[in-house]
């Protein structure tokens, strides 16, 4: 297996930047990875993510093995061909969105039999299954173990209970992955929010080899300030020469939270989920265009994202798109959103090459303090 090359150019406390090296391109980090479900970024142009300053997107395996079929993709060149996304791509591994359904699916020792959402279907997804479909079908640049997303709240045994199953999925999953020379094999830290748990997950998954570290069971209603002690938890005990990353996260104060804590890379639906609900994310924080009071604004949305959906609509046009219901609206302000993010990103690697990070923390904390909740997006949408 393939460990790609991880570069650490600079450092601030605990936060760092880098560069990721992989055979299709270099991803910058701290980076932000736009989630394209079903081989598409919603609303989005696949030259509009990356002229956006996006370097990596994601795959969903549970997603494209229903519809349109992982081996129908493979048939019709892999999933970069089929998408046209030319960069890295990263699959999560099926396990969030078989969790997420827990009246449709029977969970053992070997794997998970579930039923299609679409059409009731039934399906087997084991960790050699799974690494067949994202590495072999597919062809992502990196795939994710198989895990089981652990429920929260839950209690310390069914938290252990799940670390464990994880850790023994993640020695078949790299036994499925075998030896690859172009791609590379990530693995999930689990244990809820129980110190003693996180740390046996950490020293289990880091002792197996893998080419990067995912911290999971996050973003799955936890909250804030519990999300960032589960990180607390668990970052020391991850080796720092290799990727670490943070599924399913997040707001912007969340990025920015973690970041401080030692994560280099994220991805969440909330750009483009919140675009199609006409929520816009700025520096001065998150506005809904469907506010009466936009109604005859005509200043755009954020001149200082450098993107033409941030600079060249009015937030009174975006307000009639919106409120008409016209797919336009949606669509620019998906668009400016995963600008946003990546233009986030962008300050937060040039503040740590600075080593002014922790004055851009400490502003951007007080001024999106209110964006703070328990409600979490979840990563599949």
């Not at 399906?123 to 640049?141: F, K, V």
């Not at 469907?290 to 959906?309: G, L, M």
């Amino acid at each position: 297996m393939a460990t790609f090359p991880f570069e650490i150019k600079a450092r601030e406390g605990k936060a760092r930047t880098g560069v990721l090296k992989t055979p299709r391109g270099d991803i910058r980090t701290p980076a932000f990875m736009p989630v394209g479900t079903a081989a598409t970024v919603k609303a989005l142009y696949m030259d509009q993510v990356e002229q956006a300053g996006a370097d990596i997107i994601l795959g969903n395996t549970y997603h494209l093995m229903l519809r349109p079929g992982a081996e129908r993709v493979k048939r019709l060149g892999g999933l970069h061909k089929f998408s046209g996304w030319k960069g890295p791509m990263l699959t999560d591994s099926g396990g969030f969105q078989v969790w997420s359904l827990s009246q449709l699916r029977k969970m053992d020792a070997d794997g998970v039999t579930f039923r299609s959402h679409i059409d009731g279907s039934e399906h087997r997804l084991t960790p050699a299954r799974s690494i067949e479909i994202q590495a072999d079908l597919l062809g992502a640049d990196i795939s994710m173990q198989l895990d089981e997303c652990t429920d929260f709240p839950c209690t310390h045994e069914e938290a252990e209970r799940s670390l464990d199953l994880s850790l023994d999925w993640g020695a078949r999953s790299l036994e499925a992955f075998g030896e690859r020379d172009s791609q590379t094999l990530f693995g999930i830290v689990q244990g809820s929010n129980f110190r003693d748990l996180r740390e046996k997950s950490a020293k289990g998954v880091v002792s197996q080899g893998f080419g990067g570290i995912a911290l999971g069971g996050l973003a799955v209603g936890e909250g804030h300030d519990q999300m960032c002690a589960t990180i607390d938890m668990t970052v020391p005990y991850l080796p720092g020469e290799k990727p670490r990353y943070v599924m399913g996260v997040g707001k912007p104060i969340d990025l920015v939270e973690s970041v401080a804590r030692g994560i280099d890379m994220f991805d969440c639906v909330l750009p483009t989920r919140a675009g199609r609900h006409g929520q816009a994310w700025t520096w001065e924080g998150p506005i809904n265009l469907k506010n009466a009071r936009f109604a005859e604004d005509t200043s755009p949305i954020d001149e200082a994202v450098p993107s033409p959906a941030s600079q060249d609509y009015s937030k009174a046009y975006l307000h009639h798109l919106i409120k008409s219901g016209e797919y336009l609206g949606s669509m620019i302000l998906s668009w400016h959103n995963t600008a946003f993010f990546q233009a986030l990103m962008a300050e937060v690697r040039l503040a740590i090459e600075e080593n002014r990070f922790e004055a851009l923390r400490a502003e951007l904390s007080q001024r999106w303090a209110a964006t703070k909740s328990s409600a979490r997006a979840p990563k599949d949408a």
